[in-house]
Structures are given as C-alpha cells and as structure tokens.
C-alpha cells in the first residue's frame, strides 16, 4: 500500500529533520514550525475521527459516517496544505503571535494524541478480555477424547 509508505517514511523524515535541528545543517523559521504544529493537529483530529467512526459495530452507509468521512477528508486536505502551501502565503504574523499559535497547536497536539493512546488502549484491552472469554467458553465446551488436540488447535490459531 503506497499511501501507508509514504505517511511512513513522512513520519520518518519528520524525525530526522527533529534530530538534524540541533545541528547548523537545519534552520527552521518560527512560522514554518507553527504550520508544522498545526497539521500535528489536524492529523491528530483525522486520528480522532477514524478511531471513532471507523468501528466495527457502526453502520457505514449513515449520513453520520458520511460526514464524518468529509470531515476527515478535510482534515488530512489541511495537514498536507499546512506543511506545503501555507508556509509560502505572504501573511504577516507577529513574532509573538506566531509562538502562542505554535506553542498551542502543539500542546492541543499532546493532549489529543495522549487521549488517543489512553483510548485506543482501552479498547484494545476490551478486544483482549473478550478474546480470552471466548477462549474460555470454548474451552469449556470441549468434550471427548480430543478436548486437548482441539484445544491446542484452537489455542494456536489464538
């Protein structure tokens, strides 16, 4: 998958331009930071998004879902202008101005990505704990003279 390659290795020169900052090789301005910090945030808004509709118990075909698409849709459509059209529009920010929207966008960065993690562990801790009851179930319900071939077979395939 192509796109998944390419937001990979996004990612990955990302870091190496974080890395390469402490060096002379890298001079980033202010503003450029500040559109970096606010596509981290509309990123972070498309993760929100996915997390939330993209669920195996929600029905794709509702005008919710719809929009909800649309909206992530847009939110990616402004992280990609954020860091390639934005940082060349002429627009007069002050230098103060410009660190308070950067250290922002920033900080609500966090703070989303954060709930995101505490979210998506949460989840992935229920998905666990029902796996396991199932597991259970199923090992209970086994009789006979194969309960351990069967069991092993189905704990491999766990």
Do not use: C
Not at 21 to 29: L, Q
Not at 55 to 75: G, M, Q
Not at 114 to 126: D, P, Q, T
Not at 134 to 144: E, H, I, N, T
């Amino acid at each position: 998958m192509l796109s998944g390659s390419f937001t990979k290795f996004v990612g990955i020169g990302f870091i190496i331009l974080g890395i390469l900052r402490f060096t002379p090789f890298v001079n980033a301005t202010g503003k450029w930071l500040l559109y970096v910090s606010l596509a981290a945030l509309f990123l972070i808004l498309y993760d929100f998004l996915e997390f939330f509709f993209n669920r195996e118990d929600s029905r794709k075909d509702t005008l919710k879902h719809k929009s909800a698409r649309i909206a992530a849709n847009l939110f990616v459509l402004l992280a990609a202008m954020s860091i390639i059209v934005f940082p060349y529009l002429k627009v007069d920010i002050q230098v103060k101005m410009v660190n308070q929207l950067s250290d922002a966008f920033t900080l609500a960065s966090l703070g989303l990505a954060v709930v995101m993690i505490g979210l998506k562990s949460k989840k992935s801790f229920r998905r666990f704990r029902k796996k396991r009851a199932d597991a259970r179930a199923k090992f209970l319900s086994f009789q006979g003279a194969n309960e351990q071939r069967m069991l092993s077979n189905y704990i491999q395939n766990f």
